[in-house]
């Protein structure tokens, strides 16, 4: 299982679950990705959209850990 890391802390919605989705597009099935991003907005809709999506997701403080299905 690879693991990224993905900076969206200079972002404001909706980019950050476009660039969030773009880099998990990228990614192979079971992968992780560690998505940095601000309090607020972004900290509440990006995990939504991942689960959504049919992603695991789970939240520490302001990052949130995301892994492809």
Known sequence: MAVRT????????????VRTKLA???????DA??????????????PRSAREAGHAVSVDGTTIRIVRA
């Open 6 to 17: 993905l900076d969206i802390t200079p972002f404001t919605c909706p980019m950050t679950w």
């Open 24 to 30: 998990l597009e990228a990614l192979a099935p079971g």
């Open 33 to 46: 990705l560690h998505v940095l991003c601000r309090p607020g907005e972004a900290l509440e809709s990006v």
